[in-house]
């Protein structure tokens, strides 16, 4: 490319390292999440414990993603400007028009432009992600607070309860996971796409942090 | 009634007590007081205390309305065998109006109704089974040229409480299903303001109607009752919780298959469409028909006949999870996923094969 570049430390530790554990976790919790709700392994003898262990390690992946989004939050409050999660917001009309520009621009109708955080449909889509998470973790703890009673798992999720049937909570949990692996999809193909597309080390960056910038888009 | 058993072979006439007009062995009356402290969730010693309570006070009053229902709840209470319908419940509580086994009929009938009304206001029980239909003025379902809202609204509200037995009074039960054609509702919805107690079920189990009324009898009040209003020591914990098919759940052994060989195992109905795991009912431990057995136990899985609405949530009884609303009955929410992760595929893999072949622009940089 034409432009001089600058090596910008966008993403930081905090950041990479709850995206990754949510990586971890989301992906534990699907393939236990999924045998919960679909057991395709089946035990010969009764002394295996499958679904004993399924169950185990989706209560534990659950802890940890809940603990992932806690540390993301309070660094969305002390972390660099790409790390908040205002950025997601598209609620102002020139993040509006981002939006739609960006999409043109997915769909090859018109140039791209360059960001040093997140783009403004990139910030939508992980807003939506977000809230995605938050209903897991709510019907997670809604369904886990059938069988454990207390103040935690009723604040958690067990409140849940109240607005929606348990069968329903369930068949929700369940669904929203596919949302999740279509996201997973687009996301990885996206970034892929944008990084071949505009060399900025975008894949590179949720590993080391930087991405490079032409000089020309610097300010944004 | 009376078994020739061991029980009965030892008893001299002064370990008999007096319930009501009624005597029965002292034993027998004690073994009933300890399986109520037992259904109640109370230690053994209490059944002292509630064998005073039964012994002393005096039998409460209690009529029993049913409105649309299908007297299953009826059926379920005379089945009742520890104890018997004949040898306790009727000892326990003077039942003063039941439609279907009272003898007198037509306004005989309604007046001895109207008597416990009026005579006994705020101290009988009313026992409703069946539920209350509201569209068009509550036609739906008359008795004695009244509506059942007309009536459960001057029975249930001059009691002292009303026990709502079977889901259809708890919450509108299998009349109020979709698309619920009379606009069926449960009793403490048609009529707010009562007191009232939620044993659901399909039908409600009998030991948990006597444990109700036994605890009342021996405490004064009333059990503690969940946001549904249904007593914790009945619908506490879950199916699942206490199922003795639950080491096969942990396990991974499931049936498959009706009939298959896990089946035959006695293994966990699960992936049958079990309900168990989202049901709220003393089921396993208290069972059915004397104790003799449950649905789990007889082979087939839970249909959460004690949740709300569970004809339309806990549908299909046979399939895992509910059909996902808006799509035809043939998806299940599997189907859904892989075919909404199938369609991103493809739509990224035209996207990929658009960007190869589409005209080189002069790029600029872009972020994620
Ligand atoms: S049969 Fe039903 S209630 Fe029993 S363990 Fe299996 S899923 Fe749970």
Known sequence: ?220 | MKFLSDDSLDEGPESMVAIGDKKVSRRDFMKFCTAMAAVLALPETFAGTIAEAIEKKQRPYVVWLEFQDCAGDSESMLRASKPTISQIVLDVISLDYHETIMAPSGKQAEKSLMDVVKNQKGKYIAIVEGAIPLKDGGVYCCIGGRTALDIAKEVCGNAAFTINVGSCSCWGGIASANPNPTGAVGVGEAVPGITYVNLPGCPMNVENVTATIVHYLTFGNLPVLDSRHRPYFAHGKTVHENCERRAHYDAGQFVRQWGDEGHRQGWCLYEMGCKGPVAHFNCPSVRWNGATSWPVQGGHGCIACASDHNWDVAYPFYGRLPKVPGFGIESTADKIGAGLAAATAAGLLVHGIGRAISPKKDKEEGGE
């Open chain 1, 1 to 220: 490319m034409k432009y001089e570049r600058g090596r910008v430390y966008t993403w930081e530790f905090p950041v990479r390292f709850t995206h990754w554990i949510n990586f971890l976790c989301v992906l534990a919790l699907s393939v236990t999440g999924y045998y919960v709700g679909r057991p395709f392994i089946h035990a010969y003898s009764s002394t295996q414990y499958i679904m004993g262990w399924m169950r185990f390690i989706h209560f534990v992946a659950a802890y940890a993603f809940l603990m992932s989004i806690i540390i993301r939050l309070y660094w969305s409050l002390v972390g660099n400007k790409h790390a908040c999660i205002c950025e997601w917001l598209p609620f102002t009309g020139e993040k509006l028009k981002r939006v739609a520009d960006d999409i043109k621009c997915y769909l090859f109708l018109s140039k791209s432009s360059c960001h040093v955080g997140h783009t403004a449909l990139g910030g939508l889509t992980y807003l939506l992600l977000f809230l995605v998470f938050l209903f897991e973790v709510f019907s997670g703890f809604a369904l886990y607070s059938v069988n454990h009673s207390g103040v935690i798992w009723a604040l958690l999720g067990g409140w849940l309860k109240s607005i929606m049937e348990l069968s329903t909570i369930r068949l929700y949990h369940h669904l929203f996971m596919y949302v999740i692996l279509v996201f997973a999809m687009v996301h990885v193909y996206i970034a892929w796409f944008s990084d071949s597309r505009d060399k900025t080390g975008l894949m590179g960056s949720i590993f080391t942090g930087y991405k490079f910038i032409a000089e020309k888009d610097m300010k944004q």
